[in-house]
């Protein structure tokens, strides 16, 4: 609730891209991609099932704005704007 509030007062514009590092199984990610179709999210995780686990969640909920990315913090090399 506090995350869509930030991101809310934030007003990123459409197509800019969010960052969750320490993504898990997508607890925080998913829920914002739904409630900010107009936000790309990229979700980090260093847990490999987990980051599956994310994405059979995502393609369930026809979130089409989530990407899934297995990997470090100090390894992810995209662009992003939060």
Known sequence: ESFYAALSLLQPPPGARVVDFGSGTGNLVLPLAHLLPHLEFTAVDLNARAVQILGER????GLRNVRCNTGAIEE?????SI
């Not at 992810?76 to 992003?80: A, I, N």
Request: glycine residues 12%; neutral net charge.
């Open 58 to 61: 995502a393609r369930a909920a």
């Open 76 to 80: 992810f090399g995209e662009q992003f």
